[in-house]
């Protein structure tokens, strides 16, 4: 799923409990490409220029000069992401729809690739500030970690017993093929009749009863970036009906809104619900 949204320009949220590998998995994605990487640790006390940068006065020379911040890189690991506060939570919000931010009157585009990899923790724990919904659309996934099994829980222990294996990994591919990749999936063919089946899934979710709020025409258009780069991570060049099946609960749970029921066990039941609605829509043929 991380590749996907990468080779489709999206971003990702990765919602797990602390410690079962969320920021190593952003890590690894990020080794595996030669390309810039950043990382901050979002707190109670980060500010918008913390993430965006700003001017610094110069007394030597008398005039001002910008300071980059994190954000100009190519991977950006936004770790516990809801310990911030709301305010500086919308500082991504430009960077992640346009590509873009804007400093102080001025618009400076940030390098391609770019894609947020953001960790969260749940609801429930202490110190958490909910994403507010116009951030949360801007996510083409929300995926969960989960606990691992007994093997690869032993198979972690083994293999860390001289240290953090990430820390090890090479680059296997560069900045410019990773752009090639991203133009590739917009080339991948998805039918007239996909469209309609994704549509009709999108359709339902504004529809149904138990939802106050369903996916936008932005949610429907990652959606179908999202398909077109899942049947590429597959060798593919045309989008098949399971695409769409697959990358459902990913794509729209985190962007509906369940009537009646609390933030923190909002994410169980907009699952489900859209579990629901795609086993309800008739599958094109």
């Known amino acids: 799923m991380a590749v996907i949204a990468l080779v489709a320009e999206g971003h990702l949220l990765i919602e797990d409990a602390p410690g079962v590998g969320k920021t190593v998995l952003a890590k690894a994605l990020a080794k595996c490409l030669d390309c810039r990487f950043s990382r901050i640790q979002f707190t109670p006390d980060l500010l918008p220029s913390d993430i965006l940068g700003a001017s610094v006065f110069l007394p030597n020379l008398g005039e001002f000069e910008f300071r980059a911040?994190?954000?100009?890189?190519?991977?950006?690991?936004?770790?516990?992401?809801?310990?911030?506060?709301?305010?500086?939570?919308?500082?991504?919000?430009?960077?992640?729809?346009?590509?873009?931010?804007?400093?102080?009157?001025?618009?400076?585009?940030?390098?391609?690739?770019?894609?947020?990899?953001?960790?969260?923790?749940?609801?429930?724990?202490?110190?958490?500030?909910?994403?507010?919904?116009?951030?949360?659309?801007?996510?083409?996934?929300?995926?969960?970690?989960?606990?691992?099994?007994?093997?690869?829980?032993?198979?972690?222990?083994?293999?860390?017993?001289?240290?953090?294996?990430?820390?090890?990994?090479?680059?296997?591919?560069?900045?410019?093929?990773?752009?090639?990749?991203?133009?590739?999936?917009?080339?991948?063919?998805?039918?007239d009749a996909i469209n309609d089946y994704l549509l009709d899934i999108v359709a339902a979710t504004r529809e149904h009863d138990e939802l106050e709020l369903g996916v936008s025409t932005r949610g429907a258009l990652t959606y179908y970036r999202a398909v077109q780069g899942m049947a590429l991570a597959e060798g593919r060049d045309f989008a098949v009906p399971d695409d769409v099946k697959r990358l459902s609960v990913p794509v729209l749970s985190h962007r509906v809104m369940c009537r009646g029921v609390m933030r923190q066990g909002r994410r169980e039941r907009s699952q489900s619900i859209i579990r629901q609605i795609v086993n309800s829509v008739a599958v094109p043929q």
Not at 116 to 137: H, K, M, R, S
Not at 147 to 159: I, M
Not at 160 to 170: A, I, K, N, S
Request: aromatic content about 4%; glycine content about 4%.
């Open 69 to 191: 911040g994190p954000i100009f890189t190519n991977i950006l690991l936004a770790d516990e992401i809801n310990r911030t506060t709301p305010r500086t939570q919308s500082a991504l919000l430009e960077a992640m729809s346009e590509h873009q931010v804007s400093i102080e009157g001025e618009t400076r585009r940030l390098a391609a690739p770019f894609l947020v990899l953001a960790t969260q923790n749940p609801l429930e724990f202490e110190g958490t500030y909910p994403l507010p919904e116009n951030q949360l659309d801007r996510f083409m996934m929300s995926i969960e970690v989960g606990y691992p099994s007994r093997e690869v829980e032993r198979e972690v222990l083994n293999t860390h017993r001289q240290g953090e294996p990430v820390d090890h990994l090479e680059s296997m591919i560069s900045i410019e093929d990773v752009v090639e990749l991203q133009r590739t999936v917009r080339e991948v063919r998805v039918d």
